[in-house]
């Protein structure tokens, strides 16, 4: 028996086209029927109408830079917190996104990729997962966490990355994350902010270990992405094939040409620096901030916005990923949506914003099916109190998230 839902009222449909005034979203079972005004589409007598008043119909929100079951800025508790722990964390947090509409999320970093069967079955109801699996690092490189533990200690403790070092290392990293069932690389190409370290111009990996992750992803017929916080990093990204750009903090006028003629994607990721700044400034939660985590905010933070707005203007497309782990520290899962503003900050409309949560999101996860408001498309929709448009805080306000639907099926309903 078809179950049809008839959405009425505001549309953005996630295309980047006008919003429609009352407009009408159908849904029949899990796809999408039609999208127009209200009054070009007979509705089906059987439909369950769903009038929304003060409100948009949105496309499902899509965050393409997240750790899933990471937990803590404080790295020790990385390696003390069980693993069955970290999974059921990770169930809590993708709960938690999916309250605040994000139906699909890149995990970039996480032990989501071994809850893809368990979804699969039923036995958890979570947003679309891509996954990147253990990222991939070099001794002593960004995810390394605690330099003073022995290295051996990251095959037991530390569930979020692969230390390899040589290119039949980075090939066998690479190979046993698609062997558990990632869906693209991720790699370490530059000291980060919470880096135990004071640089910031690294580069990490060699060229050629670069190249080999880049070709390891294409034979999965997937592409490879890479953190760089450093310019260093973004240039040897650039120089080997990397074609999605993870936080790019530090580019460069000279690099704009390249990136667009090679790189497909960049994943700004500003609202995680955003809680570092403000707890700093706040003078909160500073002792489970290292030192070197304090010293390198500021000038990371000043800086991200000038090399964002430089590939705004230059026509890259940008992807929305909040880079949270879990905590007030590292960012509270749910609270994501707050990426829609700072990417208006940064230099967006808040239009432009909502595609890249939507449309090019979906770009990113190599899913052609979600992202937009268009006939034929899996329905995942959110309807949120409020017009982006005017006010783009509201994408961020998971109150403000008044129903979302996963395929058809209506996941939160809240008055």
Not at 340 to 345: A, G, K, N
Not at 395 to 414: E, F, N
């Amino acid at each position: 028996m078809n179950e049809l839902y008839a959405l009425k009222g505001r549309v953005i449909t996630g295309t980047g086209a006008d919003s429609i005034e009352k407009g009408l979203v159908l849904v029949e079972n899990d796809r999408i029927k039609a999208v127009c005004r209200e009054n070009e589409y007979p509705l089906p007598e059987c439909s369950k109408v769903i009038e929304v008043e003060n409100g948009t119909i949105m496309p499902g929100f899509i965050d393409v830079h997240e750790h899933i079951g990471m937990g803590s800025v404080r790295f020790h508790e990385l390696y003390q917190i069980h693993p069955y722990e970290k999974v059921c964390k990770a169930v809590q947090e993708l709960g938690q996104l999916l309250d605040a509409g994000f139906t699909t999320v890149r995990d970039c970093g996480g032990v989501s990729v071994h809850l893809k069967t368990s979804i699969a079955k039923g036995y958890i109801t979570s947003p679309r997962l891509f996954c990147a699996g253990r990222v991939i690092t070099q001794t002593n490189g960004h995810f390394d966490m605690i330099k003073s533990f022995p290295v051996e200690y990251n095959e037991k403790g530390n569930v979020l990355a692969f230390i390899a070092d040589g290119v039949t290392e980075v090939r066998k990293a690479a190979r046993t994350n698609f062997r558990d069932g990632a869906d693209f690389v991720k790699m370490m190409l530059s000291a980060g902010v919470t880096s135990q370290s004071s640089r910031t111009n690294t580069q990490e990996f060699s060229d050629e270990e670069i190249r080999a992750m880049v070709e390891e992803a294409e034979k999965y017929e997937t592409y490879a992405a890479a953190h760089c916080i450093s310019n260093r990093g973004l240039k040897a990204a650039l120089r080997n094939g990397v074609t999605c750009i993870e936080h790019g903090y530090n580019i460069e006028p000279e690099d704009i040409e390249v990136m667009q003629k090679q790189v497909k994607w960049l994943v700004p990721t500003l609202s995680i620096l955003h809680v570092y700044y403000t707890n700093i400034k706040n003078k909160t939660n500073l002792e489970y901030l290292a030192p070197w985590a304090i010293a390198k905010t500021p000038s990371c933070y000043e800086r991200q916005y000038k090399s964002i707005k430089m590939a705004i203007d230059a026509g890259i497309k940008i992807g929305l990923g909040a880079d949270f782990g879990g905590d007030a520290v590292m960012g509270v899962h749910g609270l994501n949506g707050m990426e829609f503003e700072r990417l208006v900050v940064a230099g967006m409309t808040p239009m432009q914003a909502i595609v890249a949560g939507t449309k090019t999101g979906a770009e990113i996860v190599m899913n052609p099916e979600i992202g937009t408001l268009e006939t034929g498309k899996l329905a995942d929709i959110v309807i949120v109190q409020g017009d982006p448009l005017k006010e783009i805080s509201l994408l961020g306000d998971p109150t403000r998230i008044k129903i979302v639907m996963l395929g058809g099926k209506i996941v939160k309903s809240i008055a």
